[in-house]
């Protein structure tokens, strides 16, 4: 059932820019339209390209931010939600606390 | 256009209706809820859309691209592990494997987790154990994490629970009895949730779900209120997710208000206001199913439901679309015609802001 919402309706989590859009949902209480618009002008493309693979894909892995497929050596999990955190500026509970730990 | 359209009833059981029977059927569920919400009935131009989505004789319907929108859930990833009774498929996995699946397999937005129960009563004693859960698969996803458990004060109540039960006292006229006995559960219940959801808060949680709120009526909603008012001074980083479990609260106390507002008889578009009051950052309606009703008559009353609680809210709205729920069948399998159907309808003619 929940696959076949995501399937239907669901914009592609990290095989595209969906957990960027949830984020600003979830830190923001942005509406839909105004987080996509928000996302896509933080990654420099239009609102369509957000569900997109064959562009969004590439903007992951450039920005290095978690792909599908999964890239050697690239970020995934928190390491990934920090970058994400910078490139949306927000804060986020768990990057708050993983960094409080580190004291770099 | 086929002459027949091929859908189902609330349970699930597959019916033939004609053209004309499905249009009256989606004409009578949205004048159904216009008129218990004293709400708009949907637009002629929306009517004719779901009659569309309806007459589609593809098996599986989506949305249209550029119209996707979020996917929060109740723990879905759980029914990878999880047995019968939460729709489960019981793969010899750990939480781990299926949260990472989940985001990584179904391509989900974000991903919900929770003790196996999913209620709030038995988290507390095992807190300590949630906390390092949460904590190692929070480090591991990239999608949100969203930990979800449901309020259920009527685990509060005896034989499960400490207070006098409403349920025995009411048959029995012991009105002010049963209602102290709900304010007084409804205060551990609040604690309860507070503790819960501060403590996972201390470990980095990024989300939390109240799922299912109201179940148990009034003051069940009237603890989950309370709750994420505190939280949200405690734990302000914390994004917090209000699920309903029906499309009316009951008035099992039937004199409680909040801000007010008396929390008996609200509809979802009323609810939406006292989530945004409280500081919740996604609201999730859920509207009831009539298992005697075609799923056209259901879907069309979701909608209805579901597009003005859209248009009064200042916050996303995830409509919640489970077994039961926003015209799925009560079914622990919902069929895929039908789960794909809501969600399609409830995105472009509720305007749902995720589901």
Same mark, same amino acid.
């Given at each position: 059932?929940?696959?076949?919402?995501?399937?239907?309706?669901?914009?592609?989590?990290?095989?595209?820019?969906?957990? +960027?859009?949830?984020?600003?949902?979830?830190? !923001?209480?942005?509406?839909?339209?105004?987080?996509?618009?928000?996302?896509?002008?933080?990654?420099?493309?239009?609102?369509?390209? +957000?569900?997109?693979?064959?562009?969004?894909? !590439?903007?992951? !892995?450039?920005?290095?931010?978690?792909?599908?497929?999964?890239?050697?050596?690239?970020?995934?999990?928190?390491?990934?939600?920090?970058?994400?955190?910078? +490139?949306?500026?927000?804060?986020?509970?768990?990057?708050?606390?993983?960094?409080?730990?580190?004291?770099? | 256009?086929?002459?027949?359209?091929?859908?189902?009833?609330?349970?699930?059981?597959?019916?033939?209706?004609? $053209?004309?029977?499905?249009?009256?059927?989606? /004409?009578?569920?949205?004048?159904?809820?216009?008129?218990?919400?004293?709400?708009?009935?949907?637009?002629?131009?929306?009517?004719?859309?779901?009659?569309?989505?309806?007459?589609?004789?593809?098996?599986? &319907?989506?949305?249209?691209?550029?119209? =996707?929108?979020?996917?929060?859930?109740?723990?879905?990833?759980?029914?990878?592990?999880?047995?019968?009774?939460?729709?489960?498929?019981?793969?010899?996995?750990?939480?781990?494997?299926?949260?990472?699946?989940?985001?990584?397999? %179904? %391509?989900?937005?974000?991903?919900?987790?929770?003790?196996?129960?999913?209620?709030?009563?038995?988290?507390?004693?095992?807190?300590?154990?949630?906390?390092?859960?949460?904590?190692?698969?929070?480090?591991?996803?990239?999608?949100? /994490?969203?930990?979800?458990?449901?309020?259920?004060?009527?685990?509060?109540?005896?034989?499960?629970?400490?207070?006098?039960?409403?349920?025995?006292?009411?048959?029995?006229?012991?009105?002010?009895?049963?209602?102290?006995?709900? =304010?007084?559960?409804?205060?551990?219940?609040?604690?309860?949730?507070?503790?819960?959801?501060?403590?996972?808060?201390?470990?980095?949680?990024?989300?939390?779900?109240?799922?299912?709120?109201?179940?148990?009526?009034?003051?069940?909603?009237?603890?989950? /209120?309370? $709750?994420?008012?505190?939280?949200?001074?405690?734990?302000?980083?914390?994004?917090?997710?209000?699920?309903?479990?029906?499309?009316?609260?009951?008035?099992?106390?039937?004199?409680?208000?909040?801000?007010?507002?008396?929390?008996?008889?609200?509809?979802?578009?009323?609810?939406?206001?006292?989530?945004?009051?409280?500081?919740?950052?996604?609201?999730?309606?859920?509207?009831?199913?009539?298992?005697?009703?075609?799923?056209?008559?259901?879907?069309?009353?979701?909608?209805?439901?579901?597009?003005?609680?859209?248009?009064?809210?200042?916050?996303?709205?995830?409509?919640?679309?489970?077994?039961?729920?926003?015209?799925?069948?009560?079914?622990?399998?919902?069929?895929?015609?039908?789960?794909?159907?809501?969600?399609?309808?409830? &995105? =472009?003619?509720?305007?749902?802001?995720?589901?």
């Amino acid at each position: 059932m929940s696959v076949a919402h995501i399937m239907a309706a669901g914009m592609g989590g990290i095989r595209t820019a969906g957990d +960027l859009v949830a984020w600003m949902q979830l830190t !923001q209480r942005m509406k839909i339209t105004e987080a996509k618009e928000y996302v896509a002008r933080k990654l420099g493309i239009s609102v369509m390209d +957000l569900t997109d693979e064959e562009v969004m894909h !590439q903007v992951r !892995q450039d920005l290095d931010i978690a792909t599908l497929p999964m890239v050697a050596d690239g970020s995934s999990g928190i390491l990934a939600k920090c970058r994400i955190a910078e +490139l949306l500026d927000i804060e986020l509970n768990s990057v708050n606390r993983f960094k409080s730990k580190l004291k770099l | 256009m086929q002459n027949n359209i091929i859908t189902r009833m609330g349970d699930g059981a597959r019916v033939e209706l004609s $053209a004309e029977q499905v249009k009256a059927d989606i /004409l009578v569920g949205t004048q159904d809820a216009a008129d218990r919400g004293n709400i708009p009935e949907l637009t002629p131009d929306e009517l004719e859309a779901l009659f569309d989505i309806f007459a589609d004789t593809n098996r599986i &319907v989506a949305v249209k691209p550029g119209k =996707e929108v979020i996917t929060t859930d109740d723990g879905a990833s759980m029914t990878l592990i999880g047995d019968q009774a939460d729709g489960g498929i019981d793969l010899p996995m750990s939480y781990m494997q299926s949260i990472l699946a989940y985001e990584r397999v %179904c %391509c989900a937005d974000t991903a919900g987790v929770g003790h196996i129960d999913y209620s709030c009563k038995p988290v507390k004693p095992i807190i300590n154990y949630e906390k390092q859960k949460y904590h190692s698969l929070n480090q591991a996803t990239t999608v949100p /994490l969203i930990y979800g458990t449901q309020p259920n004060l009527g685990l509060y109540f005896q034989p499960d629970g400490a207070f006098p039960n409403p349920s025995e006292l009411l048959p029995a006229g012991k009105i002010s009895e049963a209602r102290e006995a709900q =304010e007084a559960a409804a205060e551990q219940l609040r604690n309860d949730l507070v503790f819960i959801a501060r403590n996972l808060y201390e470990v980095g949680c990024d989300g939390f779900n109240f799922d299912t709120v109201a179940s148990a009526g009034d003051a069940d909603f009237l603890a989950a /209120l309370q $709750a994420i008012r505190e939280l949200k001074e405690i734990a302000p980083k914390m994004a917090i997710e209000l699920g309903m479990s029906s499309e009316f609260v009951l008035g099992l106390h039937g004199e409680i208000t909040f801000d007010g507002e008396l929390l008996a008889g609200m509809y979802p578009h009323d609810q939406v206001k006292m989530a945004e009051a409280v500081g919740a950052d996604i609201f999730g309606p859920a509207v009831n199913v009539k298992t005697t009703k075609s799923i056209p008559w259901n879907l069309a009353r979701a909608v209805t439901f579901v597009k003005e609680t859209v248009k009064v809210a200042a916050i996303p709205v995830h409509p919640n679309v489970g077994m039961g729920v926003c015209g799925l069948p009560m079914y622990e399998s919902p069929p895929i015609d039908c789960t794909t159907r809501a969600a399609k309808a409830l &995105v =472009e003619i509720g305007k749902a802001d995720g589901l």
